[in-house]
């Protein structure tokens, strides 16, 4: 990982945490005047995503080591582990809602909103909007998975903040509105928590490479030989933004070695320069 990338996915996290600190202590506070439950839980939400911006550090720093004997590839991947530890978070988060939803349902427990509720709701909806924002910024400019799964984290916190302040309005004439909102919470948490396993999950097991990436090793082949290289066996390896790729390609069988070499060797670099990917290439004679 480069010093720039790193600076730029630690300051995120920083950023991430300082402002989460600052609205779980003015949710909680919101929650308690009001008595609401949702409002509280909804805190202790936003006290989560402090501790997966820790993760998200933790994963900048040890993914930023060198390749080493035993990680000949780097540590790229534990951007990826800890973007599934911020997503198996969310799960738990989730069914602490869920709980919490059925206690006072069960207990015919109704809240009473005040104007104190919607100022510290209002303010939340838009402070995590700004913290998605440029979690997902940061994400594009560095490919940091586990940067976007913070984002994500930010904007499910926004969302569940918008529907309370909807429930708010309508809390006079529903008393189990509460209840409701927090389990719709739960439930936005839960589809959150999926996505960002299920898409780092997919990155750590191994995906095939895209079809834009197949036809731009094509062109890359046709240009670097002036002819068809009949390129195929494409594999791609990701070790966080580190990537390694094999291919097989056909030279004429009455090519000297020298002559098929040097036209791997011209198509591994050129695949280097303009994709950014470690390519090793074998060949197959067309005849």
Same mark, same amino acid.
């Given at each position: 990982?480069?010093?720039?990338?790193?600076?730029?996915?630690?300051?995120?996290?920083?950023? &991430?945490?300082?402002?989460?600190?600052?609205?779980?202590?003015?949710?909680?506070?919101?929650?308690?005047?009001?008595?609401? /439950?949702?409002?509280?839980?909804?805190?202790?939400?936003?006290?989560?995503?402090?501790?997966?911006?820790?993760?998200?550090?933790?994963?900048?720093?040890?993914?930023?080591?060198?390749?080493?004997?035993?990680?000949?590839?780097? =540590?790229?991947?534990?951007?990826?582990?800890?973007?599934?530890?911020?997503?198996?978070?969310? /799960?738990?988060?989730?069914?602490?809602?869920?709980?919490?939803?059925?206690?006072?349902?069960?207990?015919?427990?109704?809240?009473?909103?005040?104007?104190?509720?919607?100022?510290?709701?209002?303010? &939340?909806?838009?402070?995590?909007?700004?913290?998605?924002?440029?979690?997902?910024?940061? &994400?594009?400019?560095?490919?940091?998975? &586990?940067?976007?799964?913070?984002?994500?984290?930010?904007?499910?916190?926004?969302?569940?903040?918008?529907?309370?302040?909807?429930?708010?309005?309508?809390?006079?004439?529903?008393?189990?509105?509460?209840?409701?909102?927090?389990?719709?919470?739960?439930?936005?948490?839960?589809?959150?928590?999926?996505?960002?396993?299920?898409?780092?999950?997919?990155?750590?097991?191994?995906?095939?490479?895209?079809?834009?990436?197949?036809?731009?090793?094509?062109?890359?082949?046709?240009?670097?030989?002036?002819?068809?290289?009949?390129?195929?066996?494409?594999?791609?390896?990701?070790?966080?933004?580190?990537?390694?790729?094999?291919?097989?390609?056909?030279?004429?069988?009455?090519?000297?070695?020298?002559?098929?070499?040097?036209?791997?060797?011209?198509?591994?670099?050129?695949?280097?320069?303009?994709?950014?990917?470690?390519?090793?290439? =074998?060949?197959?004679?067309?005849?």
């Amino acid at each position: 990982m480069s010093n720039t990338r790193r600076k730029a996915i630690t300051r995120a996290g920083y950023i &991430s945490i300082a402002g989460n600190l600052l609205l779980f202590v003015i949710k909680y506070w919101g929650g308690l005047v009001s008595g609401s /439950v949702a409002i509280m839980a909804d805190a202790w939400h936003t006290l989560s995503d402090s501790l997966s911006s820790l993760i998200v550090l933790m994963g900048a720093r040890i993914s930023s080591k060198p390749a080493d004997k035993e990680h000949p590839f780097g =540590h790229g991947r534990v951007e990826l582990i800890a973007a599934i530890l911020i997503g198996m978070m969310l /799960v738990g988060v989730s069914w602490e809602f869920f709980t919490k939803a059925y206690e006072n349902i069960s207990s015919h427990t109704a809240v009473q909103y005040g104007w104190i509720s919607i100022m510290v709701v209002s303010l &939340s909806i838009i402070s995590k909007e700004l913290m998605a924002q440029y979690a997902f910024y940061i &994400s594009r400019k560095t490919e940091s998975e &586990s940067v976007r799964a913070d984002g994500w984290h930010h904007r499910s916190d926004a969302l569940s903040s918008f529907i309370i302040l909807v429930g708010i309005f309508v809390g006079p004439y529903v008393w189990w509105i509460d209840s409701l909102l927090t389990a719709i919470v739960a439930l936005l948490i839960l589809h959150s928590a999926y996505g960002i396993i299920r898409d780092a999950s997919s990155r750590l097991i191994g995906n095939p490479p895209s079809p834009k990436t197949i036809e731009q090793v094509r062109k890359i082949g046709k240009k670097v030989c002036q002819k068809e290289l009949n390129i195929h066996h494409i594999h791609i390896h990701e070790y966080g933004t580190h990537r390694e790729m094999t291919l097989h390609i056909e030279l004429p069988g009455e090519w000297t070695l020298d002559h098929g070499h040097g036209i791997a060797d011209e198509l591994e670099a050129t695949i280097r320069k303009e994709l950014d990917i470690e390519a090793t290439v =074998h060949i197959d004679p067309s005849n």
